[in-house]
């Protein structure tokens, strides 16, 4: 690992902590904490990744860290995006990594401005105590709050001097969840433009989405479920036939929900692989570029608790100029809608959208790329963080 004190007074030091190998073949989540790692370089920043992973998550079980199929992708990933220098996959409660050693990361970590801790998922006394700024970094807003209140499940909230959520309406009166008891300061998901350019090619004749049907379990409060995808779409699956537009969803879903895939299917649904489109960053990137635009469906917690959610994955599709037609969160209080985004709270929102898609394309597609612009230009939404931190060079 370099220098981290070079040129000090110009840069920060930011170890940045999250997942991008733990779920093998998920290439948007590993885009969703790239854009932090590779926007912090390009603001000049001196930035660290690392990856602490779970026993229970290597693969084949018994083999040795290094050995294993998250190493291999962990690896690919690093070095694709040139930040293999400056990244470890750190097997949890233990010193055994992959990529940079643990003393290392331990003496970057003792000369560090700042900890971006997605989730709290570094929770090693040895890494965490030297950092100064410590800022957990909640990208499931609703869930997380809702888990460390009404469930009693630790989220890993000590430990750190800031928060900082992308549900744009935590704390607000708008929003149903509570807060933990912290200030959480609201930011947009950063999206690197130069590694998600605007796209000129003609694109298949589809609107997309990458997802799960269910990451989780619901969470039931005071008569309101905080549901998953499935539950969002089902209220939606006669879609399809109610307009001339074909719908592709790439999203896994488990072969037992035969039922909802039956449904999908019968209702004119096209279903693909996400392992197979979607399962590195390059082909999850390639996919959305190539798709028309996407239809952004959301799970029923983010919209139910009206957090304010806006997905990095409808981020990238904006700033590849490929419009997007989302479910309302309530971030429509936040974002320019109507052109490029438009926003959907039922079916008849959608079949509007898809009308006026078909008329306007090339409006929508110049429109979407201004929005991600002037909304989640990495450089923008990063700087502006820092600066909310107090850790602006």
Request: glycine share 10%.
């Amino acid at each position: 690992m370099s220098d981290g004190l070079i040129h000090r007074r110009h840069r920060l030091s930011v170890l940045v902590c999250g997942t991008v190998a733990a779920d093998v073949g998920h290439g948007g989540v590993s885009w969703s904490v790239l854009q932090y790692v590779l926007g912090l370089r390009r603001l000049g920043h001196d930035v660290c990744l690392v990856e602490p992973i779970a026993a229970t998550k290597i693969e084949p079980i018994g083999s040795p860290l290094a050995g294993s199929t998250a190493a291999a992708y962990f690896r690919k990933v690093v070095e694709e995006f040139g930040i293999a220098d400056k990244s470890a996959l750190l097997l949890a409660k233990s010193h055994e990594t992959v990529g940079a050693s643990f003393e290392e990361l331990r003496q970057f970590c003792k000369r560090a401005d700042l900890l971006i801790n997605i989730n709290g998922m570094l929770t090693d006394p040895a890494l965490l105590g030297s950092m100064p700024v410590r800022v957990y970094l909640d990208l499931d807003p609703a869930f997380v709050q809702l888990w460390q209140v009404e469930q009693g499940i630790d989220m890993r909230l000590d430990g750190h001097t800031h928060f900082a959520s992308v549900g744009l309406n935590i704390g607000t009166p708008q929003c149903s969840v509570p807060t933990c008891g912290v200030e959480w300061i609201k930011t947009l998901q950063p999206v690197v433009l130069e590694e998600w350019p605007y796209c000129e090619q003609e694109p298949m004749d589809a609107l997309t989405t990458v997802g799960n049907w269910r990451g989780y379990g619901s969470i039931h409060v005071n008569g309101i479920q905080y549901g998953q995808k499935a539950h969002s779409l089902r209220p939606l699956i006669e879609l399809p036939g109610r307009t001339r537009e074909t719908f592709v969803l790439a999203m896994r879903i488990d072969p037992a929900e035969t039922k909802d895939i039956e449904a999908l299917k019968v209702h004119g649904w096209k279903l693909v692989s996400p392992d197979d489109v979607a399962g590195s960053p390059s082909s999850y990137r390639n996919f959305i570029q190539n798709s028309k635009g996407e239809f952004g469906i959301a799970k029923s917690g983010y919209v139910n608790s009206r957090c304010g959610w806006f997905s990095d994955r409808s981020a990238a599709y904006l700033a590849s100029g490929r419009p997007v037609i989302a479910q309302d969160t309530g971030f429509s209080g936040h974002l320019p809608t109507g052109k490029g985004l438009m926003v959907f709270a039922n079916a008849d929102d959608v079949a509007a959208a898809v009308d006026s898609l078909r008329k306007e394309y090339s409006l929508h597609q110049s429109a979407a790329r201004q929005i991600a612009v002037e909304y989640f230009d990495s450089e923008k939404v990063l700087a502006r963080l820092l600066n909310r931190l107090g850790v602006t060079p």
